[in-house]
T-cell receptor, first 120, second 115 residues
Framework: AQTVTQSQPEMSVQEAETVTLSCTYD???????LFWYKQPPSRQMILVIR????KQQNATENRFSVNFQKAAKSFSLKISDSQLGDTAMYFC?????????????????WGLGTSLAVNP | GAVVSQHPSRVICKSGTSVKIECRSL??????MFWYRQFPKQSLMLMAT?????????EQGVEKDKFLINHASLTLSTLTVTSAHPEDSSFYIC???????????FGPGTRLLVL
């Protein structure tokens, strides 16, 4: 069974600085998807970034980038130039692609989350 | 973008009544939607997978007769909490799977309080 581990329950960073959130996962599959979602105090779950395992290039979205190390099964999120609005819970998640999911069950496997506080 | 709406955003009801929550994908079709429950400061707990035109798949420990799911169209899934009790008070979130991207997009959630 797949598992996702986020080893940092809480982190803080000063505004404008860079912070890295860690995520490791366990799977025997070769192809899969990895996600970072953000949940601010409003509790709206927002997709931050998505990575396809067969792509070697690390995904980036503006100030957000990942360091995807497939062999090490590591998927860390780097937030550059941190802003106050980045304060949120950040969840790492794993999903097998549809063709590997029996019964069309495309569940996300979630980490426990990292609470990030950006301080002024 | 991929927008998912959820209604109502919050509801207060008396014990024993039923509550229906709607989840809509506004700018894409979703054959698969998901219903989650989230307790404070915790991760999402998947309750069920909703597939358009077929029965929902419930996770172990989730009572299918209590949490009724209907996915009647490619843009709408509903969750009905039947005979709600105070222990059903929680934050319920839906998501819709955008097939080509194999990515779930989330609604804003519904805060349910059962008195």
């Amino acid at each position: 069974a797949q598992t996702v581990t986020q080893s940092q329950p809480e982190m803080s960073v000063q505004e404008a600085e860079t912070v890295t959130l860690s995520c490791t996962y366990d799977t025997s599959e070769n192809n899969y998807y990895l996600f970072w979602y953000k949940q601010p105090p409003s509790r709206q779950m927002i997709l931050v970034i998505r990575q396809e395992a067969y792509k070697q290039q690390n995904a980036t979205e503006n100030r957000f980038s990942v360091n995807f190390q497939k062999a090490a099964k590591s998927f860390s999120l780097k937030i550059s130039d941190s802003q106050l609005g980045d304060t949120a819970m950040y969840f790492c998640a794993f999903m097998k692609p549809s063709y590997l999911n029996a019964g069309n069950n495309r569940k996300l496997i979630w980490g426990l989350g990292t609470s990030l506080a950006v301080n002024p | 973008g991929a927008v998912v709406s959820q209604h109502p955003s919050r509801v207060i009801c008396k014990s024993g009544t039923s509550v229906k929550i709607e989840c809509r994908s506004l700018d894409f079709q979703a054959t698969t939607m998901f219903w989650y429950r989230q307790f404070p400061k915790q991760s999402l707990m998947l309750m069920a997978t909703s597939n358009e035109g077929s029965k929902a798949t419930y996770e172990q420990g989730v009572e299918k007769d209590k949490f009724l799911i209907n996915h009647a169209s490619l843009t709408l899934s509903t969750l009905t909490v039947t005979s709600a009790h105070p222990e059903d008070s929680s934050f319920y979130i839906c998501s819709a799977l955008r097939g080509l991207q194999e990515t779930q997009y989330f609604g804003p959630g519904t805060r349910l309080l059962v008195l």
